[in-house]
């Protein structure tokens, strides 16, 4: 089995809801899930859609076709109906979309006179198409009605029965006005799957590895870190703190740093453009920081709510001055959550800044895991504390050691003083003027470093037939559709997928030759959302490998796996 | 025993009869007065002749960039509300640059002390008009002079409902110093605009110049009456008070944040995994 379900409608006629619940059903009952959402930067009106894909087996990508349709006004109707499968089912409110069609694909369902009549207000709209979809899909509704109770808890038993009935409604009425039920749905073992989406997996490996401290300004798309950390705040012992500008942020995320806490912030492009004096700032103190930088289609404001693989060649020169940094691209939920947690360790071992660059597309996807596949980075404190800084007699902020990396000590822990400057600085952390110092200082905060940061960079990810023909290269949130596609065209030809999610700086070659990979496929595609091919360029900068085929979109959407599958074919006649 | 040479740090690289240092050693003095130990302290600063200052007192010390004391200070005290925090810094830096973030820590009302070493003039990029340079005031890059109205950061204090705000003056110590131990000792955000001179580059806003104008406020004042304090805040030219011009009993930022009721945020212990 594997269905697509699309929920349409304006903004604010809850369709998030309908979906994130549908989400929380199927994956309580076993079903695999991969959901993605599209979006307009407005709060009530236009067009939006959530899309979920549930299936017996793991999954990571969108499909093209949906089977059925959740519309919630005409609109929904004339932008998806061409997406239908022939076995495909449109659910709308003829009197909500004030149109009627006929015809066996089409069910018209009185979404807000059965949410008027038993669910005794409109609003319960959601709950009654929650109700349809399960019904025309074949399931129980006792999983949604534990959610409903779950979900309305603090609103009294009133609610919950009235949703219950509302839920019950659309089943019914389902169950009564539908003559075929297509769907047959298998799990293959009723255990409860953990369903968690890109952005909640930062926060929660942000958690995982220590965080304490996290400071933002909001922006699309990675406001969710900050509501997710800030709705543990109190029982993790974590300070969220919404500042004034990210100018702000950033500062503050480094004073929280250096006063000995794991500190992190996060924004989008436009915000941290005005980010970069702050990086700088990182790299000169050599203060350990976590930026979560969620990529969204610009120049400027852009696109606000779509996706774009755009700011990497940003990223990896941010920030005047020469210092190390660290950037890493996950491409699921899982890596996202080892990744920040790895970002945190490597952060503060090597004193340096760290990135997580996701983008919208992978905050707001949903994916089923089994319990136990999301695994955090190891964690050991390299901080100078309490009584081991006590016994450090001459203690220098940046004493020149053979590592390159100096003690990180905690303020107040000991009766030695802790300095950082911005200026260029001696061991001890006052300013400097003279060559000899500075020399000595960029040996040990760049150079030192380097080597051993460098060392820690895991290979990239080879999934596919072993010395593949068509070889698909990409980074960050393509992994699960190009997975899904080399599934999907193994059969019919030799191709691989190589997938970077730590990418700067780029692994090596040696413990994992993926540049022989590459000069030995006979055709490497580098696939990327952007227009120019930024991660081809960084490849060829440091390796001198030149990519000769390219897959970009920069249309601010995803691909689905038939998409990308085409753009593919469209290669083909080159092998 | 804390004494003044315990504070000994770098020798200062500014002008000869500068005003930093008056509030250099008023600073020490209030330390000394204070018996607070080095390592018990953080001065946090940005960039210009003011920010300066921490490199030539031994304490723990964050010069970050220009303009941004205020966010690093911020994160000082959330992650440890233990540590006393002070802000050294200039019109420029804290006014100009900074002003955002003067905005919000008066709002937050973030237990920090400011002291903003105020000159009326850029000293560091050499004679440049600041926030607080009035109207008019002529210098190479503006040889038509100044058309922006002058910053009061009194009357935005006020306007603001900022915890603690009062004006000094380098020519008088020991009021400053009595300035300083108020602000150390009052509970939440102390802005401190302290009056120089440049003697490089204001040869308007000269030692007599202010000697001239600043008054002490009338020891039956009342600091913690607003709309008093708002019309005191307001009082600039022929005569300039100096004092406390406006105080409250706003509670802190740190005691309504929850994470920190159990403790400083960096002696709270994690446990990996959980």
């Given amino acids: 089995m594997d269905y697509t379900i699309k929920i349409g409608g304006e903004a604010g006629q809850g369709i998030q809801t309908i979906g994130e619940t549908l989400v929380t059903v199927f994956a309580d009952s076993g079903f695999h899930i991969f959901s993605h959402q599209d979006y307009e930067s407005r709060v009530r009106g236009g067009h939006n859609f959530y899309q979920i894909r549930l299936a017996n087996k793991p999954i990571s990508a969108s499909r093209s076709k949906i089977d059925i349709l959740v519309a919630l006004d005409r609109e929904s109707i004339h932008s998806h109906e061409h997406e239908l499968t022939s076995h495909g089912t449109i659910l709308y409110d003829s009197s909500m979309c004030k149109f009627i069609r006929e015809g066996n694909n089409f069910l018209d369902i009185p979404f807000e006179d059965l949410a008027l009549e038993h669910g005794k207000d409109k609003i319960t709209v959601s709950t009654v198409a929650i109700g349809a979809v399960l019904g025309i899909l074949g399931m129980e509704l006792d999983l949604y009605n534990k959610v409903i109770s779950d979900t309305f808890q603090e609103r009294g038993a009133l609610v919950i029965e009235e949703n219950k009935n509302a839920a019950l409604a659309g089943y019914k009425y389902v169950k009564q006005h539908k003559k075929e039920f297509p769907f047959v749905m298998t799990v293959k073992e009723e255990k409860k799957l953990l369903q968690i989406g890109g952005i909640e997996s930062i926060a929660a490996g942000a958690l995982a590895s220590g965080c304490k401290f996290y400071s933002a300004y909001p922006m699309t798309p990675s406001t969710g870190i900050m509501n997710h950390l800030a709705a543990k705040a109190v029982e993790s012992g974590v300070v969220v703190e919404q500042a004034e500008d990210e100018i702000a942020a950033i500062n503050m995320a480094l004073g929280a740093s250096y006063a000995g806490v794991r500190a992190m912030t996060g924004t989008s492009g436009g915000g941290f453009a005005l980010m970069t004096e702050g990086l700088s700032l990182a790299g000169m103190t050599e203060t350990p920081i976590v930026i979560a930088m969620g990529q969204r289609p610009g120049p400027a404001t852009g696109l606000p709510t779509r996706t774009e693989q755009g700011d990497l060649e940003f990223l990896v020169s941010a920030g005047h001055g020469e210092f190390p940094r660290v950037i890493y691209a996950p491409g699921t939920p899982c890596q996202a959550y080892y990744l920040t947690s790895k970002a945190f360790d490597i952060a503060e071992k090597y004193q340096i800044p760290v990135f997580i660059l996701f983008d919208t597309y992978l905050a707001d996807s949903l994916w089923t895991f089994e319990p136990g596949e999301l695994k955090h980075h190891q964690y050991h404190d390299y901080r100078l504390r309490g009584d081991v800084f006590k016994n450090q007699q001459d203690y220098k902020r940046y004493l020149f050691t053979d590592s390159g990396i100096s003690p990180l000590a905690v303020p107040g822990d000991a009766s030695q003083v802790v300095v950082v400057d911005s200026d260029e600085h001696d061991e001890e952390g006052h300013l400097v003027e003279d060559g000899a110092t500075r020399v000595n200082m960029v040996e040990k905060r760049l150079f030192k470093k380097l080597s051993q940061i460098k060392s820690e960079v895991a290979s990239p990810e080879y999934y596919g037939a072993p010395e593949a023909q068509v070889l698909l290269i990409g980074w960050g949130s393509t992994y699960g559709v190009m997975k899904e596609a080399v599934d999907q065209l193994a059969p019919s030809m030799s191709i691989a997928m190589l997938h970077f999610c730590e990418i700067y700086p780029l692994p090596d070659s040696v413990r994992f030759d993926y540049l022989s990979i590459l000069r030995e496929s006979a055709l490497p595609i580098c696939i990327e959302l952007n227009a120019t091919g930024q991660f081809s360029r960084l490849v060829r900068a440091e390796t001198g490998f030149m990519f000769e085929a390219f897959i970009h979109r920069y249309d601010g959407r995803p691909f689905t796996i038939e998409e990308l599958i085409g753009e593919i074919h469209g290669h083909l006649g080159n092998v | ?274």
């Fill in chain 2, 1 to 274: 025993m804390v004494t003044l040479e315990t504070f000994k740090g770098q020798e200062p690289a500014w002008c000869p009869g500068c005003g930093n240092f008056a509030i250099l050693k008023t600073l020490k003095n209030v330390l000394v007065e204070l018996q607070v130990e080095p390592h018990r302290i953080t001065l946090v600063s940005g960039i210009g002749q003011a920010a300066k200052l921490p490199h030539y007192t031994k304490c723990n010390t964050f010069n970050g960039l220009h303009g941004r004391a205020l966010p690093v200070a911020t994160g000082i005290r959330l992650a440890n509300h233990t540590m006393p925090v002070i802000v050294t810094t200039g019109d420029g830096d804290c006014y100009g640059e900074g002003g955002n973030h003067l905005m919000a820590a008066i709002r937050r009302n973030i237990n920090v002390k400011l002291f903003v070493h105020n000159n009326q003039i850029y000293g560091l990029t050499k004679g440049q008009p600041s926030p607080t340079s009035s109207e008019g005031t002529k210098a190479k890059n503006m040889p038509g002079g100044v058309l922006s109205g002058q910053f009061n950061p009194m009357a935005l204090a006020v306007a603001l409902d900022c915890s603690f705000a009062a004006r000094a003056f380098t020519g008088d110590t020991e009021h400053l110093k009595t300035m300083m131990i108020e602000a150390m000792n009052h509970k939440g955000f102390a802005l401190i605009d302290i009056l120089q001179p440049c003697v490089s580059f204001n040869k308007v806003n000269t030692f007599q110049w202010y000697s001239k104008r600043v008054y002490h406020l009338e020891p039956e004042y009342d600091p913690e009456d607003r709309l008093t304090a708002f019309s005191r805040a307001l009082e600039w030219g022929d005569r300039i008070p100096i004092g406390i011009i406006y105080k409250n009993k706003r509670p802190t930022y740190e005691e309504r944040v929850p994470a920190l009721a159990v403790g400083e945020l960096v002696h709270q212990c994690f446990k990996a995994g959980c």
